[in-house]
């Protein structure tokens, strides 16, 4: 079974998330060097995929970055 048929199989809940046109562009710019034409919901799946795959360190917390519901000074 083709990938993305057994990802609608599987898939049933609904993601939206805002993006710049350079992220979308970026994007477009991947999916475009893949074998067969990936659709921009795909792509999108297949990248983070990769990303949550990839073994790297944890990314360095953010200077002068508070925490949500921290109290002010």
Known sequence: ????AY?????DKVFQ???TDEFLRR????RR???ELP???EAIRRLIEAGLRAETAP????????????AKP
């Open 59 to 70: 990314a360095p917390k953010a200077a002068g970055r508070k925490k949500a519901g921290a």
């Open 39 to 41: 659709s921009r919901a």
């Open 1 to 4: 079974m083709p990938y993305m």
């Open 33 to 35: 060097q893949q074998p």
């Open 7 to 11: 990802m609608t199989l599987i898939h």
């Open 27 to 30: 994007v477009d710019d991947w």
């Open 17 to 19: 998330m805002r993006a």
